[in-house]
């Protein structure tokens, strides 16, 4: 049976060295089906949300991470979220037509933020410019910046499939360089194809078979949107009464749209009453 919407990580004894390996298949076009742009700019968010779920998954926390990349160019933002149960969203923002080339040629000046929301904590976030090649490449230059932690990404996309690999040093004990170059020359064999077509133990055994490597048990990733009518109540509110009334003058409701997930929320003059009132007695309280 082929191995869909799956995280495996895995983990090199003796070395020092862990893995993930990542196959987005219903997740991914459940995502992918609520954006418009064009088909380069849709399989970068295919790639940013197979990085962001093995990226999560190398931090113990809960709550959520997320992806962000901004520019000035044709493709403005980028956005990929993956909770710490596998569960993902992303978005993007950009012109019809996205040249084909690095990310400067595509977003512009930009940068790249990534973003860990603890349930329980203040958020932590991390910047580096937005420039490479690809966003592996990019990614790649955050964890030598701001983690210190040697580590390589492989990400393909198409239309039906998102995939990913990664290969990192364990934060505690640093893996000797010998066996971290031999590594990654390994994972740096690996294809586009035999990525978004194998599953992961045969994918292990063709790049690794002569390493000694535990495989642990798939998790499952799903596409679900943290969206609700609640939180958008806390943005309308936040616009404040004025902004509300005018838009209810001129179109008689305030329709508001996820991008997330297209999920359509519809506020008449009666609930806006309610939100705003509602609004009022917080604060007196
Ligand atoms: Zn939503």
């Known amino acids: 049976m082929k191995e869909q919407d799956v995280l495996r990580r895995f983990l090199f004894e003796d070395l020092g060295v862990r893995g993930e390996w990542i196959k987005l298949t219903a997740s991914w076009q459940t995502a992918k089906q609520h954006q418009q742009g064009p088909q380069n700019a849709q399989m970068q968010l295919g790639q940013a949300l197979a990085a962001v779920v093995m990226l999560s998954a190398t931090v113990k926390y809960n709550g959520s991470m997320i992806l962000q990349a901004q520019g000035d160019g044709d493709f403005k933002t980028l956005v990929a979220q993956s909770t710490h149960d596998r569960k993902i969203r992303g978005l993007i923002r950009c012109?019809?037509?996205?040249?084909?080339?690095?990310?400067?040629?595509?977003?512009?000046?930009?940068?790249?933020?990534?973003?860990?929301?603890?349930?329980?904590?203040?958020?932590?976030?991390?910047?580096?410019?937005?420039?490479?090649?690809?966003?592996?490449?990019?990614?790649?230059?955050?964890?030598?910046q701001s983690e210190q932690l040697k580590t390589r990404l492989w990400l393909f996309a198409n239309e039906t499939h998102s995939a990913g690999l990664l290969i990192q040093e364990l934060?505690?004990?640093?893996?000797?360089?010998?066996?971290?170059?031999?590594?990654?020359?390994l994972a740096d064999t690996v294809t586009e194809q035999e990525l978004l077509e194998l599953d992961?133990?045969?994918?292990?055994?063709?790049?690794?078979?002569?390493?000694?490597?535990?495989?642990?048990?798939?998790?499952?990733?799903?596409?679900?949107?943290?969206?609700?009518?609640?939180?958008?109540?806390?943005?309308?509110?936040?616009?404040?009464?004025?902004?509300?009334?005018?838009?209810?003058?001129?179109?008689?409701?305030?329709?508001?749209?996820?991008?997330?997930?297209?999920?359509?929320?519809?506020?008449?003059?009666?609930?806006?009453?309610?939100?705003?009132?509602?609004?009022?007695?917080?604060?007196?309280?």
Do not use: M
Not at 243 to 256: A, C, T
């Open 95 to 144: 012109n019809d037509h996205i040249p084909v080339g690095s990310l400067e040629t595509q977003f512009g000046q930009g940068r790249l933020v990534l973003t860990i929301e603890p349930d329980d904590a203040q958020p932590y976030q991390g910047i580096v410019p937005l420039q490479g090649r690809n966003l592996a490449t990019v990614l790649q230059t955050y964890f030598e």
């Open 171 to 185: 934060p505690s004990q640093n893996s000797y360089k010998t066996d971290w170059e031999r590594i990654e020359i």
């Open 200 to 285: 992961c133990e045969p994918l292990l055994y063709r790049l690794f078979n002569e390493e000694k490597v535990r495989l642990f048990e798939a998790e499952l990733v799903e596409f679900q949107c943290a969206c609700s009518r609640q939180r958008i109540e806390r943005t309308l509110r936040a616009l404040g009464r004025e902004e509300l009334e005018d838009i209810l003058q001129e179109r008689g409701n305030i329709q508001v749209g996820c991008e997330f997930c297209s999920k359509q929320y519809l506020f008449d003059r009666v609930d806006v009453e309610t939100l705003l009132s509602r609004d009022t007695l917080a604060n007196q309280s």
